[in-house]
């Protein structure tokens, strides 16, 4: 997903200013995507030259909100339903786990403890952010979808964390001969 099609979706949902956009990245948006302010101020002077959003004038604190076009929700329809989906992933943690070899069985259960708690705090968030919806707003039914895909994807990891943890506990120490 470009960064230009998450703030036009942002944006037709409600509109929003860089501020505003920042805190969304900050807040629900963490979970699946993120970007820096120095990556979403620019975009969004792009995405108004092209004519895809356009400024509603001073908000308060000199804050300024921008409004999606009707081009803009095409371009945004149009990504939608038929650009292919970009399936990569980065996970670091599942990166790591590669090379827990190369520790002793204790540091790796350490690690693995660390990361399943990391993502606990995480699941505790986004069910704190889910009980927060306004399910009768299109745009909170849509970040539902999203977020239990987060909730799920959590649930799966922390899952994955307690099961990578007993294995480790079967590891032998280094230079001890290997479990057979």
Do not use: C
């Not at 979970?31 to 302010?37: E, F, G, N, S, T």
């Not at 945004?76 to 790591?96: A, F, G, I, K």
């Amino acid at each position: 997903m470009s960064l230009r099609m998450a703030l036009l979706a942002l944006i037709a949902g409600a509109p929003r200013s860089g501020y505003d956009i920042g805190q969304e990245f900050d807040g629900v948006l963490k979970y699946v995507w993120h970007a820096k302010p120095t990556q979403v101020y620019p975009e969004l002077k792009r995405l108004a030259s092209e004519g895809l959003i356009k400024e509603q004038g001073a908000g308060p604190r000199g804050r300024r909100p921008y409004e999606i076009t009707e081009e803009g929700v095409r371009q945004l329809r149009e990504w939608l339903m038929t650009t292919s989906t970009d399936h990569s992933q980065r996970n670091e943690t599942v990166l790591r786990s590669f090379a827990l070899w190369l520790v002793e069985p204790e540091e790796a259960q350490a690690f693995l403890r660390e990361e399943m708690e990391y993502h606990r705090a995480r699941l505790r968030g986004m069910r704190a952010l889910m009980k927060g919806l306004d399910l009768s707003q299109p745009a909170d039914r849509a970040s539902l979808l999203g977020l239990e895909a987060g909730v799920r994807r959590l649930e799966a990891m922390i899952s994955w964390a307690e099961w990578a943890i007993d294995v480790v506990g079967t590891w032998p120490a280094s230079g001890e001969a290997p479990v057979s």
